[in-house]
């Protein structure tokens, strides 16, 4: 949606200043009370007292003038008013209310359309969207609840039944829609009742922040008391909406609460002169940020930062006396310039809206022909679902139409649009039964294959295959959701045969003979590689595993092979250039992988793996237990010797378990 739509629903207030705008200048204009009159809850005293020597009042006395001037506050204060008070009241969805909502219509839909909205919005963010959408949507699935029980009810008596005796239960769309209409229902409560919740949550805080004010004011001076009031002041500010029935009240006790704090303290004054000055440097910046947005284009954002200063305003807090009522003014006319900008705006935006509508009237007049389009041919409709679906890039692309013609023209687009949908969803529906008989067709061809797959007929058995493939590409689609499961048990079957024919015809024996090569070519690499004094273990290990990996030797030459491959390996891990821990490494690696290479060797490992395991659990437990004896022996020649053999023992279980561990982690290498 662009800003136009947005700001359509404001456009109204152009010809006068809005509530926001008469609320902001009353309360920045009153912001310090002139001579004479009473101070308002807005205020903070920017004059020098009266007499800087006066003695401390009694605590009495402070709370009685205190509550005085509450009633004062509460008589002459605009601030907050009742605007500002529904302003804090309303929930955070409604302040998107300037956008246009999405026109809701659900006079004619079915109860499939109601569940499919129902389902879209199960995950909306937004309540107040949720809120319309379940308001509008309720009544008539009502409706055609009732109109369902009533065919029911009516069905039940003509079966010869007693009408006191039906009971209605709905169908799984009435339960569907009954059990999400009740999930979002009770979400949108739980969230309006958090809202409330939060607010008696912020009461609580600013009346802690009133005692903790309080507290300041009555107590003595102290270089730190002006720090904790800025701080209790941010606090405050920060702190959100409280329930519209103690705003007011809280708002005149913070800032009588204030006035004394100014009023009472001499030693403070001059910071006091310090704070204003900087007030009047942050309203002079807000001021130039004002002046800037009536460069803006997007008038809603300016509208909305507007507010945004005007709230900074409010907070930041007195001037001298002198600069206030021009800085005022400059701020001021500074606003007055943006709303007359907006005014100018909507004026504008009326008669684009106008244009619009006769450009959203021609595309409706577009879209109407795709309700009498057929075709037996899915190109046809991919290529007017692409069509139709330009129009409607166009459509959103347009903008807003004047609110009054919004709904019917909404209307008319959207039921031809959905009209040539429902159109192709029925072609397809008609082209998916033709794509089960094709299924049935091809499984036949399946079936066929896999009955021949395992004939030793080469030649014809490869006929009758290539046959079968030829009447597989004439068959034409199937359903998507079983088309690679079907291929894939088709091509199964025949490349099975044609993979042992291949087999059949290979020269096996040369392909045992490379390998043997192959194997013999590795040893002299791993008897190179494992020479001399710089032995690279990344080399070993890779050319060990290349070894392992490379497969079968003719039969007369395994022996031989294995002799080979045994005494280079005994000679790599004879070289001392290879430390202990990885010598016995590399001895458990090559073990393993021998092993896996073996028939069943999958099996081996894993039952080798969790022997292993076992080992070691016992192992473990075995020294703990005998640390946990040797705590026990006294201090004795005989004891000593006794515990100098049970570390022995303990030395060589932890040496077996520093062994076991390796080779459980040529295991997990293997793996």
């Known amino acids: 949606m662009d800003n136009a739509e947005k700001l359509q629903d404001v456009s109204e207030e152009t010809n006068n200043e809005t509530p926001e705008e008469v609320q902001n200048q009353a309360e920045l204009r009153n912001e310090e009370p002139e001579v004479g009159e009473e101070k308002t809850e807005g205020d903070v005293a920017n004059e020098q007292p009266q007499d800087e020597e006066k003695e401390e009042k009694p605590i009495e006395e402070a709370k009685a003038e205190e509550e005085k001037e509450v009633v004062k506050a ?33 006079e004619h839909a079915d109860k499939e359309e109601l569940v499919a ?18 308001k509008a949507i309720k009544p008539r699935f009502d409706e055609l609840y009732e109109v369902s029980k009533n065919e029911a009810l009516q069905k039940f008596v003509t079966d010869g039944n007693e009408a006191d005796a039906f009971e209605y239960h709905g169908d799984e769309l009435d339960k569907e829609f009954t059990t999400l209409y009740g999930q979002l229902r009770a979400r949108r409560n739980k969230h309006y009742k958090d809202l409330e919740n939060q607010k008696e949550d912020n009461l609580k805080k600013k009346e802690r922040l009133l005692d903790q004010l309080r507290d300041i004011v009555d107590g003595e001076e102290s270089s730190d008391s002006i720090n904790s009031i800025r701080e209790l002041q941010n606090e405050w500010k920060k702190t959100g909406p409280v329930p519209g029935a103690q705003n007011k009240t809280l708002w005149a006790n913070y800032n009588a609460l204030l006035d004394r704090y100014y009023d009472n303290r001499s030693i403070y004054f001059e910071l006091k002169d310090l704070d204003r000055k900087k007030n009047m440097q942050l309203k002079e910046e807000l001021c130039e940020k004002a002046e800037a947005l009536n460069e803006m284009e997007d008038m809603k954002e300016a509208i909305i930062q507007l507010n945004e200063l005007h709230d900074e305003y409010k907070h930041i807090g007195p001037v001298p006396k002198e600069n206030q009522e021009p800085l005022w003014q400059r701020f001021k006319a500074a606003s007055d310039a943006i709303y007359a900008k907006r005014k100018e705006y909507f004026d504008h935006l009326k008669v684009e809206f106008e244009a619009n509508l006769i450009k959203k009237q021609e595309l409706i007049k577009e879209v109407e022909t795709f309700t009498q389009f057929n075709s037996d041919r899915i190109t046809e409709w991919n290529d007017k679902t692409k069509a139709i679906l330009d129009i409607q890039k166009k459509w959103e692309a347009i903008g807003g139409v004047p609110r009054e013609k919004a709904k019917e023209i909404n209307k008319a687009f959207w039921n031809s649009f959905k009209g040539f949908f429902a159109s192709k969803n029925q072609f397809f529906k008609e082209l998916e039964s033709k794509r089960d008989e094709n299924l049935q067709k091809k499984l036949e061809l399946v079936q066929k294959a896999e009955e021949l797959k395992d004939s030793d007929d080469w030649n014809s058995t490869a006929d ?46 040369k392909a045992f003979e490379d390998n043997l090569q192959l194997k013999l070519k590795i040893c002299d690499q791993l008897e190179e590689a494992g020479a001399g004094d710089d032995v690279n273990l990344d080399d070993i290990y890779d050319l060990v595993d290349n070894f392992t990996s490379i497969g079968f030797v003719p039969k007369n030459a395994i022996k031989k092979i294995r002799n080979r491959f045994d005494a280079v390996k005994e000679k790599v891990l004879s070289n001392e250039a290879i430390h202990e821990d990885d010598r016995q490494d590399l001895r458990n690696h ?21 022997s292993i395991k076992r080992k070691i659990s016992s192992i473990e437990n075995d020294i703990s237990t005998w640390n946990t004896n040797m705590e026990f022996f006294a201090e004795s020649a005989t004891a000593d ?31």
Request: proline letters at 4%.
């Open 117 to 134: 909205k129902i389902r879209e919005i199960k995950n909306e963010e937004n309540i107040r969207s949720l809120d319309r959408v379940l």
């Open 641 to 671: 010797k006794l515990k100098a053999e049970m570390q022995e023992r303990i030395s060589q279980a932890e040496n077996e378990l520093e062994d076991l561990k390796s080779q459980l982690a040529a295991i997990s290498a293997q793996n």
């Open 464 to 509: 009758k295959l290539k046959h079968l493939q030829g009447l597989w590409k004439d068959i034409g689609p199937v359903p998507e959701k079983v088309r690679n499961e079907t291929y894939k048990k088709f091509k199964a079957a025949c490349d099975h045969f044609f993979n042992r024919r291949r087999e059949q015809n290979q020269d096996q024996f």
């Open 74 to 106: 509460e008589e002459n204060n605009p601030e907050p008013s009742s605007a500002e008070s529904e302003e804090e009241d309303k929930p955070a969805d409604d302040e998107e209310h300037e956008e246009e909502e999405e026109v809701l219509d659900f």
């Open 590 to 610: 090559i073990a393993m992988g021998r092993l896996k290479n073996t028939p069943g060797g999958d099996q081996k490992l894993h039952r080798k793996e969790h």
